[in-house]
């Protein structure tokens, strides 16, 4: 059995768009990424460590743990050996307490790609491959987020470019979200159930031939 982590935010922790409810993993697109694998013949487990609120590197004020830098190389550590890492972040570092730009998100993601690939595994252990995929884009916030991301969608553009550079310039493999669906309307930030599974179809998709 081969393993694939899921390193991300509440997009793939599933959570329901205005809730604090969370899809079920077979709803969830690591969860229908991982049953599509499977029924095509591939005898793969998807590892979820997915945290509402995870930056790249920057911290949360309000909550302990959200820089994804942090604990990283452990978490690495935990679940080797792996065959894949999958990187999905970025929108958290557009809350309204960052100051942020597309490249400076990007950077971030770049900086994972280093822990990643120096993580103390056991000798023997295989350098995982590292799929980078660009959320969809933030569309105006609503809802109970609304504050928390105020003005977020004016300074989220850029980042799907930024991310496919920094993926080509570390050899990574890389995923446009976005070219299969768009942010849930009911919150501008993440997804609904469907879209979960038209995502993690097109993961499945991608991550195939590359296991």
């Not at 799929?131 to 504050?147: M, S, W």
Request: hydrophobic share 45%; proline share 7%; charged share 20%.
């Amino acid at each position: 059995m081969q393993q694939i982590l899921v390193y991300a935010d509440s997009l793939s922790w599933g959570i329901i768009p205005d809730t604090r409810g969370r899809l079920p993993f077979e709803q969830r697109w690591p969860g229908v990424c991982e049953m599509a694998l499977r029924q095509a013949g591939q005898d793969i487990r998807i590892l979820e460590n997915c945290l509402n609120g995870r930056r790249t590197v920057w911290p949360d004020p309000f909550k302990d743990g959200r820089d994804g830098s942090e604990g990283l190389a452990q978490v690495m550590e935990m679940h080797a050996p792996l065959k894949m890492v999958v990187l999905m972040l970025g929108n958290n570092d557009f809350q309204c307490t960052h100051d942020n730009n597309a490249w400076l998100s990007a950077q971030g993601t770049a900086k994972l790609i280093g822990i990643i690939r120096q993580a103390p595994i056991e000798p023997g252990m295989p350098v995982p491959e590292i799929l980078v995929i660009a959320p969809p884009a933030i569309i105006r916030p609503k809802g109970a987020i609304a504050h928390k991301f105020n003005g977020a969608e004016k300074r989220w553009p850029g980042l799907t470019e930024a991310l496919r550079e920094v993926a080509a310039e570390h050899s990574c493999h890389f995923m446009d979200a976005g070219t299969v669906t768009d942010a849930s309307k009911v919150d501008g930030i993440h997804l609904d159930m469907d879209q979960h599974n038209v995502l993690g179809l097109a993961v499945a998709q991608v991550i195939q031939p590359l296991v």
